[in-house]
């Protein structure tokens, strides 16, 4: 093995110029080998020093690529996946995962099968503000957690044209794109749910997909709210956090996508360090005394995912995002869709 891992990126659109390639080109243990861009030609000139091809096949057959990005459309990415581990090659899976539990097993077995690293971008474990909140709920500083509120809003009051991401044959819709973050998230925090009650609706004129959802994680201890839409101009906390002691507000997003989208090389000393103007407020009681002040947010990292996934392919190490992992935020979207159809609360069970 080569000392920097090659790597195959399967698209160019945005999540390929925005994070993916910024993110390996940055990265002292990665080369970024070939680009799939079908139809453009952007990324030659962005990339000089890897190989734009129009076809999925050139990834498949350079030896040069051990590592591939399945940053495809949705609904492609259990075949493309598929074909990667069957050609030897590790694999990334953008998130969502899949479509589908079932889809999400089989590469499961497919990767442990041809020994080969799968897993999956869940970027967003990386963002400052949820590290801050991770680190609030580990150090008990609002006592016992009794309420967990996220909220990932934005604002698109039109459907936006000529993008599958619009269009109901895709099996997309925003469950898929910000809840499979914020599923994630919660899981992360507070492990598999119980169960799920969930709504979806799709609230913009001549919408195909579901723009709008709420959703409860519930737990034996602790409710859990995951919300977002897309008609939201004004937004509100990204975080709520109440418990026997105290409460903790955060405003704002983490600023690495927007400097990614600036141009910004990932890393430095101040790499995703946000504004103290955006830090979290905590109104508390510690040792007995109250206490309320900003928190200032810790410095978000998405590196730190391909970190993990370097050290998995080179010396074995526990991936920070495991599939079984990605595969439990389907397994909950599909339960959310169950229960917007039968308007019950559904109860996951063991698995």
Known sequence: ?????????????????????????????????????????????????????????????????????????????????????????????????????????????LAGKNGKVLTVFQNRRWDGDFLTVRRIIERKLLGQLVDFESRYDRYRNYIQAGTWKERQSSGSGLLYNLGSHMIDQAMVLFGVPVAVTAHLKTMRTGGEVDDWFDVRLHYDDVNVAIRSSYLVREAGPRFVLHGTKGSFVKYGIDPQEE??????????????????????LINTEIDGASKKATV??????????????????????????????????IRVIETAKRTEQTKQTVFLGRF
């Open 259 to 280: 400097a990614l989208k600036q141009g910004l090389a990932p890393g430095g000393a101040h790499w995703g360090k946000e504004s103290q103007e955006w830090w979290g």
């Open 296 to 329: 200032e947010t810790r410095p978000g990292n998405y590196s730190a995912f391909y970190d993990s996934v370097f050290n998995r392919i080179t010396a074995g190490a526990p991936l920070a995002v495991t599939p079984q992992e990605a595969l439990n935020v």
């Open 1 to 109: 093995m080569p000392d920097r891992i090659g790597v195959g990126i399967a698209s160019f659109g945005m999540s390929g110029k925005v994070f993916h390639a910024p993110l390996l080109t940055h990265h002292e243990n990665f080369r970024l080998v070939r680009i799939i861009e079908r139809s453009t030609s952007d990324a030659s000139s962005l990339y000089p020093n890897s190989t734009v091809s129009r076809s999925i096949d050139d990834l498949l057959t350079d030896s040069d690529v051990e590592l591939v990005v399945v940053n495809t459309p949705d609904q492609t990415h259990f075949e493309l996946a598929k074909r990667c581990l069957e050609a030897g090659k590790h694999v990334v899976v953008e998130k969502p995962f899949t479509q589908t539990v079932e889809q999400g097993e089989e590469l499961i077995r």
